[in-house]
Every structure is written in C-alpha cells, then in structure tokens.
C-alpha cells in the first residue's frame, strides 16, 4: 500500500478488510462489525478503489483473497492493534469520562444473573460505558484473539498459551420443577421421580442427552426427554406450565425463585460432577488498564456467587 493509498484508507476501512480477511464473508463480517450487510458491501467497494485491488473474489460459492489482500493482512491486523494501543491511552484516567464499547461473551446461565449486577456496577462507575452480551454459541478463542470480544465468561474448559484464564467459581446443578405441580409439593425429589416424569433439556446445542443420561444409564435408569430448549432460562420457565423438570445451575435456580418466579428447586438424587466457571482474556489486552477495570468489575459482580449454597448436579449441555 503506498502513500496515496494509504491518504484514502481510514481506521474503518481497515476494520472492514481485516473482518472480511478473517471471514472470508461479507455477512459473517457484517455481523462482527454490527453494520447491515449492504454496508459492508459498500465499504467493501471503497477498498478495493482505495486499495487498487479486488480483495476479495468469488470461487464457488464464496470469497476467497488475493495476494495482495493475503500480503497485506497482517500489516493490516497490526496498523489496528497499534491503534488500539493508541485509543487505550484515554483509558488511563477516569472511568467516568470513558465513551467506549466493551463486548463480553457470556454463558446463558449467567446472563439473568451478571447482566443485571454489572449494569448496577458499570452505569454507577463509567456512565459512557456500553456493555455488549454476546451468546455463546462457540468457545473457540479467536473473537479473543481478534478483539471482538474483550472477555469470555463460562464453563470454557482448557484455553491455548495465548489465553489468560481465572477461575471465578465452581457450578452445580439443580432440578427445578414448578411450585404448584405434584414434584413442587413434594419434600424432595426421588429417582423414581427423576425417571418417571418429562424432562426438559436445556443445550444452546440442541442435544437431548447429557451427563445426567450417563449417569442413569450406568445404575441401568433412564429419563424422557420432552422436550429441547435453547437456554436454562426458557427451561426453567418451561417446566411452570406442566408436571416436568429442568435441570438447571443451582444459582440461576436461587436467582429466579429469590425474584418471585414460582419454582421449587430440588436436589439431583444423583452425584454428578460440578463444572467451573472461568474468566478468559487474550494476553494484548493483559496489563490494558481498561481491560484490568473491565476484569475487576465482573470479578466484583461474581464475587457473592461463590457463596451461594450449592446442590449436586450438573449442565445438560
């Protein structure tokens, strides 16, 4: 890229080309950079005038890069690091006079319970602070890697040597059953119980069968599956209109009965294993001043989970 060239390319721009560098799609770029997909089309057609070049190509039935664009990305990822760099310098001071965006990926269970206490924390400390949740339909690393997301919340399991981790705490799980129905009357729940009556699964997978299936299987039990939600929220909530059960994080139990939804949280009359709840962050980011206040506000937020009381059990998904 020359000097004239360079005169006609801006930092969004380049957010543009690396996106569709990393994606190889004017759609999945398009949802990266939260713009509609004509325009990102469009800013596609301005790089390839400013750049001279066709960036990206069709084959098949996608994009795939030119040399140039091939040679070019990296100087690319590094002129927006550097930028970065450059804009965390205003984040050195005070909080409260921060206009910016952070993203956070975030495990369903978590979002009814951390969403509401950061927002108390981050509105009352930096009010020109934006908070973005993002599902966590994937645990793969490279929106860390990438910048996308500025940190990953969840039962992440073992992370690459460019990924810091922090356990935050340990979950167990629960069933949940409505407050009215015959299991929500009764002092505790049984095997009997547990395999006789409809389940419904919660899997952002879509799976119907989990560590609670193995377990059972090994006494030489089984349960029915009814049916498959997509989240511990709409499971929970699910199980209200019927005689069934959900089994769902102990503490996403306690919060939704502690806020008047009528549920009757029971032990799992099995031992299942806990899973733990970790914090992850890419190691650019790691002594970044806003990214150490990003880290310290949800530590502050998780910090009275942990002794929130726990029963066995264990995630569907």
């Not at 599902?135 to 996308?148: C, F, M, V």
Request: charged share 20%; proline share 7%.
């Amino acid at each position: 890229m020359g000097s004239a060239v360079a005169e006609e390319l801006d930092l969004n721009l380049l957010r543009v080309f690396d996106a569709l560098m990393d994606t190889g799609s004017v759609a999945e770029a398009a949802v990266r950079l939260h713009l509609s997909a004509p325009a990102t089309s469009r800013a596609l057609g301005r790089l390839r005038r400013a750049m001279n070049d066709p960036v990206l190509v069709r084959a098949g039935q996608g994009l795939v890069p030119t040399p140039f664009a091939q040679r070019s990305a990296s100087r690319v990822k590094a002129l927006l690091d550097a930028a970065g760099e450059l804009r965390a310098d205003a984040c050195d001071g005070d909080p409260r006079s921060w206009q910016r965006a952070f993203s956070i990926r975030l495990n369903d269970a978590l979002v009814p319970i951390l969403v509401p206490r950061l927002l108390r924390q981050v509105t009352a400390d930096a009010p020109g602070v934006q908070l973005r949740f993002l599902a966590q339909n994937s645990k793969e690393p490279d929106l860390l890697r990438d910048g996308t997301i500025d940190l990953d919340v969840g039962a992440l399991g073992p992370a690459p040597a460019d990924i810091h981790t922090e356990r935050l705490f340990t979950a167990r799980f629960a069933a949940v059953v409505a407050m009215d129905s015959d299991l929500g009357r009764s002092a505790q729940l049984t095997l009997d119980d547990l395999c006789a009556r409809p389940h419904i699964s919660a899997s952002r997978r879509g799976l119907a069968t989990g560590p609670l299936d193995d377990a059972l299987q090994r006494i030489g039990r089984s349960r029915h599956v009814a049916a498959v939600v997509p989240s511990y929220a709409a499971g929970a909530l699910a199980t209200l209109e019927g005689d069934a059960i959900c089994i769902i994080p102990h503490l996403t139990a306690v919060h939704l009965i502690e806020r008047g939804v009528p549920l009757r949280c029971h032990e799992v009359p099995l031992a299942l294993p806990a899973t733990a709840v970790e914090l992850h962050w890419h190691r650019r980011v790691h002594e970044d001043p806003a990214s150490q206040w990003l880290r310290e506000q949800l530590n502050r937020a998780v910090q009275p989970l942990s002794g929130v009381p726990s029963v066995a059990g264990r995630s569907e998904q």
